[in-house]
T-cell receptor, first 113, second 113 residues
Framework: NAGVTQTPKFQVLKTGQSMTLQCAQD?????MYWYRQDPGMGLRLIYY???????DKGEVPNGYNVSRLNKREFSLRLESAAPSQTSVYFC????????????FGPGTRLTVT | AQSVAQPEDQVNVAEGNPLTVKCTYS??????LFWYVQYPNRGLQFLLK??????LVKGSYGFEAEFNKSQTSFHLKKPSALVSDSALYFC???????????FGAGTTVTVRA
């Protein structure tokens, strides 16, 4: 089992460019999440998908869109990148039960210049 | 709204000494509480969780945490710290009936040889 995988690992964008961060999990989990991690702020939830076919906004959804392509894959899109979106992005997944722990991917380090 | 506070940005201990990382939370109703650890350039790894039952929860790598409802705290402890425990530790809370996990800002633990 690879667990949760994310691509790319690193990315540099210019302001206004777009890109999609990919995430896949092989644990047959129903729920998937996208977070951003910034120094001194912990992790903040951008979007989540409780199950295939559903997505919901988290704390900081502005400037992002998501697609739950199927049960395995959950992508995050930046339509017009801004320097404020420079961050480390983590994808996570968990089983249906809300008391279960989340499993995290290795992260994508994004720099917007 | 739910939130987590980790009052210490950094904790420094000598190897072999006890380690405590503090966490307090705010949530409506009874909480689900979690501790995660992050090693440099890695995603978060689950350490332990409190769902219900015994207030003392044991987890991975010799860590444990004590749930204190009256003080709304969930401090992480290890009786004898190792240099390899040096990492960034996050406390997280989820309200029952919710998918969203709220993280604290994190505490950097440094264990010196």
């Amino acid at each position: 089992n690879a667990g949760v995988t994310q691509t790319p690992k690193f990315q540099v964008l210019k302001t206004g460019q777009s890109m999609t961060l990919q995430c896949a999990q092989d644990m047959n989990h129903n729920s998937m999440y996208w977070y951003r991690q910034d120094p001194g702020m912990g992790l903040r939830l951008i979007y989540y998908s409780a199950s295939e076919g559903t997505t919901d906004k988290g704390e900081v959804p502005n400037g992002y869109n998501v697609s739950r392509l199927n049960k395995r894959e959950f992508s995050l899109r930046l339509e017009s990148a801004a320097p404020s979106q420079t961050s480390v992005y983590f994808c996570a997944s968990s089983d249906t039960s809300r008391k279960d722990e989340q499993y995290f991917g290795p992260g994508t380090r994004l720099t917007v210049t | 709204a739910q939130s987590v506070a980790q009052p210490e940005d950094q904790v420094n201990v000598a190897e072999g000494n006890p380690l405590t990382v503090k966490c307090t939370y705010s949530v409506s109703g009874n909480p689900y509480l979690f501790w995660y650890v992050q090693y440099p350039n890695r995603g978060l790894q689950f350490l332990l969780k409190y769902i219900t039952g015994d207030n003392l929860v044991k987890g991975s790598y010799g860590f444990e945490a004590e749930f204190n409802k009256s003080q709304t705290s969930f401090h992480l402890k290890k009786p004898s710290a190792l240099v390899s425990d040096s990492a960034l530790y996050f406390c997280a809370v989820r309200a029952r009936g919710d998918y969203k996990l709220s993280f604290g800002a994190g505490t950097t633990v440094t264990v010196r040889a």
